[in-house]
């Protein structure tokens, strides 16, 4: 079993849903980090989180340390939005990393 | 091979000295990609590969990294005069294509420099 778990693979929304992207983990960890990258380009960083919630505009996501799960949510979801989105986690240990799959999103006009 | 593996795992480097990292990516994967994670600090992106060539190297901090890739497959990143503050964990990854479809990370190269 992988440590860090992301759903779903893959994600169709219609413009305009709201999106929702799980990640769980099951390691002590110091961070969770979401990312993006639009296909051909590079990776972005979106968040870094140790607890509670974060917001960027349209991105919003939310930790729960005791439950070893994070959210990513797109609202009023854009065309532009679509990416693969990837959660990795720094553990307790040191910082290296540990990546999610990534989470493949199309959003259609 | 199995996955992307990068060595060393671990490098102690002296201010000053040139380093070299390595990344061996999945067997047929085109696209490669370096990044690295400063302590306590977010993702910074690297350089992209596709086959041999490199169409983004946007994120390389100075003209003391450089990096290349061979064979489509073995990329190799060096920094040149090294600082303290490049001291970082060394990420690659690697995916099928550029459209991001099932990247594989390696394990990092945790980078100090006294």
């Known amino acids: 079993k992988n440590e860090v778990e992301q759903s779903p693979q893959n994600l169709t929304a219609q413009e305009g849903e709201f999106i929702t992207i799980n990640c769980s983990y099951s390691v002590g960890i110091s961070a969770l980090h979401w990312l993006q990258q639009h296909p051909g380009g590079g990776i972005v960083s979106l968040f870094m989180l140790s607890s509670g919630k974060k917001k960027h505009g349209r991105l919003i996501a939310t930790i729960n340390i005791q439950e070893k799960h994070s959210s990513l949510h797109i609202t009023a979801s854009h065309p532009r939005d679509s990416a693969v989105y990837i959660c990795?986690?720094?553990?307790?240990?040191?910082?290296?990393?540990?990546w999610g799959a990534g989470t493949k999103l199309i959003i259609k006009p | 091979g199995a996955g992307v593996s990068q060595s060393p795992s671990n490098k102690v480097t002296e201010k000053g000295k040139d380093v070299e990292l390595r990344c061996d990516p999945i067997?047929?994967?085109?696209?490669l990609y370096w990044y690295r994670q400063r302590l306590g600090q977010g993702l910074e992106f690297l350089i992209y590969?596709?086959?041999?060539?490199?169409?983004?190297k946007s994120g390389l901090p100075s003209d003391r990294f450089s990096a290349e890739r061979t064979g489509e497959s073995v990329s190799t990143l060096t920094i040149q005069r090294t600082q303290q503050e490049d001291s970082a964990v060394y990420l690659c990854?690697?995916?099928?294509?550029?459209?991001?479809?099932?990247?594989?990370f390696g394990s990092g190269t945790r980078l100090t420099v006294v």
């Open positions: 067997s047929g994967h085109t696209a």
């Open positions: 590969f596709q086959g041999n060539s490199a169409p983004d």
């Open positions: 990795a986690v720094s553990p307790d240990s040191n910082y290296q990393l540990i």
């Open positions: 990854a690697s995916s099928l294509g550029g459209t991001g479809q099932g990247y594989t």
